[in-house]
Structures are given as structure tokens and as C-alpha cells.
């Protein structure tokens, strides 16, 4: 009869399972941003696959996104890709702690996998490095799985000969397992921003720019200066983004270039010099983003420095089949608008600067599309690459099969921006002031009305172009009490904005901006 002989292995507990799993994949999404933001053309894994989840995800579910977080849905979309990944991992710890930490493995690889095939699918990058990433994280997670589940020095026996083990070493102490647990969470956090830091690095700093040949003349800072009234001119970084990378595209300026081809008869390649080094035209032009609500704060105006579309395509010589400009992001994402609009005198930009910079890297580095009067999904590529020529049925922008219209006009629109909604204000004389746009129309005249009285003219700004919003400012005169504002503007058409609400699916928000504040003593 075979005797037992005291153990030395004790039963780890389900939570300590569960931690393991939760920090061994932690690390490995840690590891592998710091890996992108360090290796040049391996890219982001968690924001590879979030790029298929946007390309894919229902447009009622998109554009509840965008209303509900603004232009913070890419980090909500981020940070809820992350909880999911560890609430799949702390399932993966449970079932360890019930069949054995062997299961580990296929888990952890079949995941890595799928990163992996969403990592080649993006563009700009090195497949064997991508590869060798993707290896390099998965096996640092399960080795840093099975580090925080082993034992330096224990041996592992059973109590009852011959039992079945699971494999795992004998338990570390409690304080040891906290130490390297706690080791973990900071490498992984560590790692996970600082490769987000890197990530979001860009060579545009090396870039010099010429002096634009054909200019538009200063700006004042602020025509009207009031306190919470936007700026005449928008700077770059309080400029709305509204796009669909998780990420923004790292280009080299060096190995960049832009091709333009499709029906033409002169296909033409142009690096970023090539660009900077033609006629360069600064234009003051407002632009503005189709998900826009009524009062919304997707637009802006800027200075665009860059080359004639116009001219670019002359020396291309489109042919009479050619209906529709496409332009196509690096990481294929692309947009068209009709060919008429490159010679209708509106004169669209190759842009290769923004107020006297070059493109941030968030608004499209090294040159974008800027086309007066559009809206940006069906014309403001950003990380241009390509400019294809094809016929009007032959493509679609990338919003179009999602039920957006498939030209978009930019609807003539006013905001108020002082007073805020629900700001209480003295009784008396109150000065109202904000923004109004109609591109390529200009703004002839804005109203305020004060609950359902006489619409009051507001004095404007010099407009700076028929392509730029103005400022608007009016003085009106509350009583005591509660109170509804509402503006409206007259294009340079004579047409009068319309108080028609609508939602901006499929084809921009329209409507009065209406606020309500508080006349108080």
C-alpha cells in the first residue's frame, strides 16, 4: 500500500487565475503598440482591427457615435476594444482555473492570429516585420501567463500518487505574486502609452515651405473680440478631425508621392518637393463636416496653402469619359466629387500647408484635398496618395453605400456662440455673437430673433473670401425672464437659410440654431 506524503503544492485561487490572464494580455497589447510606435511599417494592432470594426459597423451605429461622443469616438472605440480584450481574458483565467493553464495556449495563439491578419491588412507596412511583431507579442504574453503562475524554486507533487496535475509549478507566495503582477500592470501601461506617443510622432518638422506666390493678406486674430466667439481663423490644433483612422498614417515625406492616373491621357507622379516647389496659392476656406448638427462644432476655417487642383489635372489631360475626381488615402480610404467642380472656378487645393504650417499630421500630412463648397466626405481626402479620374457610376466615396448622399453641397448655416445655452445673463442689453458660412456663396446679411419677435440684423465681419465664414455680432435686449435665441443668414444668392429641421443623414443637418438662457438679476 503506497503511502501519501505531504504536499507542497497549494491550490491557487480563481482570481489569481484570472489576474494572470488579465495582465499576460495586457502586456501583449502593450508590447505591441510599443513595438509599432518603434518599428517603422508595423502597425497597430489594436488599431488595425479597429479600422475593420468602423469599416464595418452599421451607419445608424456610426453616426450614433459620432452624436454621442463627438470627436472623441475613436478613444471610446479604443478603450472599449481594450475592456473587451481583458473581459476575454478573464474568461480565458476562469477556464484555466477549472481545466488547467494548458489551454492557455491555442487561446492566446488563435487571438494573435487574428491581430496578425488585421495588421496585413493595412497599408505602409513591412509584412515580414509585421509578422515578426505579431510572434514577439503573442510569446511575450504567454510567457509573462506562465511567469506569474510559476514558482523560481517549487516542486510539484500531489497528495495522492499518481494524480492527474494540470502542469502548473507550485504557487508563489502571495506577496510574490502581488510584486509581479504589479510589475506587469506597469510595463503594460507603460508600454501601451508611450507607444501611442510614438505613434502619433510625424517627420512634418523637417519639411520647409516655400512662400505661396498668390496671397490672400493677413487676418486679424479675431474681428470681434468677444469671449467664447470661435476665431476668424481656426488654429491648427482646436481645428475639428472627423475621419475614420484610429490611427494617424506615419508617411515619410522622403518616400511619398502623388500619383494621378485613371482616364487621363498623361499619367504624372509628383513627390512632396515637386509640390513645393510649383506656383503655391493660399486660400482662407471654410470647411465642414457633413455629420454636422444643427449649431454643431464640426467646421472651421483655415488658411490652405497648396497647388491648383486645376492645373494638376490640365497637365494630366483627363479624357472626355473622365466624370469624377477620386481621391485616395494612404490608408485607402477615398472620396469623389465631380469633375466640373475642379473647373468651376471654385479652385480646389492640392494643400500642402495649413495657417502658414505644414499639415499636422491630423489633418492630413503631407497634402490633402480642399475643395470650396463641399462637404469632406465626398471631397477632403486627408494622406493623399492617389487622384483617379473615372466615370460618375464608377465609383462611389466611402460613405455613399452607407446611405449618404452621394454629392454634398455645403447647406448655407449660422451658430451662435455667445451666450452659451443656458447662460444666465443680466436683464437688459445682451450682445449675441457667432459664426455663419455658405462657401462659394458668401454671407450677405444674419438675423437674431428673441422668442418670436422681429428678426434683428446682425453686423458682420470683413469676410475674408466668399470661400470663409464670417463673424456675426448683434445687441438685443432681454427682460427679465426666460428667453429663446435664434439665428439665420441670407447667402450671397439672397437665399435665406431655411428653418427646416432635419437630422444630417443622408445629407447635412438643416435648421435654425436655437438656444434658450436665463435673464436674471
Known amino acids: 500500500m503506497e503511502t501519501a506524503h505531504p504536499t507542497t503544492r497549494t491550490t491557487r485561487s480563481r482570481g489569481a487565475y484570472i489576474t494572470a490572464a488579465v495582465l499576460a494580455a495586457g502586456i501583449t497589447l502593450g508590447i505591441g503598440e510599443l513595438l509599432a510606435g518603434l518599428v517603422e511599417r508595423v502597425p497597430s494592432t489594436l488599431s488595425s482591427i479597429g479600422a475593420i470594426v468602423v469599416d464595418n459597423v452599421p451607419t445608424s451605429i456610426e453616426q450614433w457615435a459620432i452624436d454621442t461622443f463627438g470627436t472623441g469616438d475613436k478613444a471610446v472605440l479604443l478603450i472599449g ?15 484555466m482555473y477549472r481545466s488547467g493553464v494548458v489551454v492557455a495556449a491555442p487561446i492566446f495563439v488563435g487571438f494573435g492570429a487574428v491581430g496578425l491578419a488585421a495588421s496585413l491588412n493595412q497599408t505602409l507596412i513591412s509584412v515580414p516585420m509585421t509578422i515578426l511583431a505579431a510572434v514577439l507579442t503573442t510569446g511575450t504574453g504567454l510567457y509573462v501567463l506562465y511567469w506569474l503562475l510559476s514558482t523560481p524554486t517549487g516542486s ?6 499518481g494524480a492527474p496535475t494540470d502542469g502548473v509549478p ?8 502581488v510584486g509581479r503582477a504589479a510589475g506587469v500592470g506597469a510595463v503594460a501601461a507603460t508600454s501601451g502609452l508611450l507607444g501611442r506617443r510614438l505613434l502619433t510622432a510625424t517627420p512634418r518638422s523637417t519639411v520647409t515651405l516655400p512662400a505661396a506666390g498668390t496671397l490672400p493678406g493677413p487676418a486679424p486674430e479675431n474681428f470681434f473680440p468677444i469671449d467664447g466667439l470661435k476665431e476668424v481663423v481656426v488654429p491648427n490644433d482646436a481645428f475639428y478631425r472627423i475621419d475614420t483612422a484610429l490611427l494617424v498614417p506615419r508617411v515619410s515625406v522622403d518616400s511619398w508621392k502623388l500619383r494621378i492616373d485613371g482616364l487621363v491621357d498623361n499619367p504624372l507622379e509628383f513627390t512632396f518637393d515637386d509640390l513645393a516647389e510649383r506656383d503655391l496659392v493660399e486660400e482662407y476656406i471654410t470647411i465642414a463636416c457633413v455629420s454636422n448638427p444643427v449649431g454643431g462644432s464640426y467646421v472651421g476655417n483655415a488658411k490652405w496653402t497648396g497647388v491648383l487642383l486645376s492645373e494638376l489635372l490640365t497637365e494630366a489631360r483627363p479624357t472626355d469619359e473622365a466624370e469624377q475626381v477620386v481621391g485616395w488615402s494612404v490608408d485607402r480610404w477615398a472620396s469623389g466629387f465631380p469633375i466640373e467642380a475642379v473647373f468651376d472656378g471654385r479652385e480646389p487645393l492640392v494643400a500642402i500647408a495649413m495657417n502658414d504650417e505644414p499639415l499636422p499630421a491630423r489633418h492630413g500630412f503631407p497634402a490633402r484635398l480642399i475643395v470650396p463648397g463641399l462637404y469632406g466626405y465626398v471631397s477632403a481626402t486627408k494622406w493623399l496618395e492617389r ?38 445673463v443680466q436683464p437688459g442689453e445682451v450682445v449675441a455673437a457667432g459664426v455663419a458660412w455658405a462657401p462659394l456663396k458668401g454671407i450677405a446679411s444674419v438675423e437674431i430673433q428673441v422668442d418670436e419677435g422681429e428678426w434683428i440684423e446682425a453686423e458682420l465681419s470683413e469676410p475674408l473670401s466668399d470661400k470663409a465664414w464670417v463673424q456675426w455680432r448683434a445687441a438685443v435686449s432681454v427682460p427679465e425672464g426666460d428667453h429663446t435665441l435664434r439665428v439665420r443668414a441670407t447667402d450671397g444668392t439672397g437665399e435665406v437659410q431655411t428653418p ?16 434658450d438662457i436665463k435673464a436674471r438679476a
Open 81 to 95: 476594444m481594450i475592456l473587451t480584450t481583458l473581459l476575454i481574458a478573464a474568461a480565458v483565467g476562469n477556464w
Open 156 to 161: 510539484l507533487t500531489d497528495t495522492v500518487v
Open 170 to 177: 507550485a504557487d508563489l507566495s502571495r506577496r510574490q505574486f
Open 387 to 424: 487622384i483617379e479620374l473615372t466615370t460618375w457610376d464608377g465609383f462611389d466615396s466611402y460613405w455613399v453605400p452607407r446611405g449618404w448622399d452621394k454629392e454634398g453641397p455645403i447647406q448655407t448655416a449660422s451658430r451662435i456662440d455667445v451666450p452659451r445655452r443656458g447662460e444666465r
Open 500 to 515: 427646416v429641421e432635419r437630422d444630417s443623414l443622408p445629407s447635412a443637418a438643416t435648421g435654425h440654431h436655437t438656444i
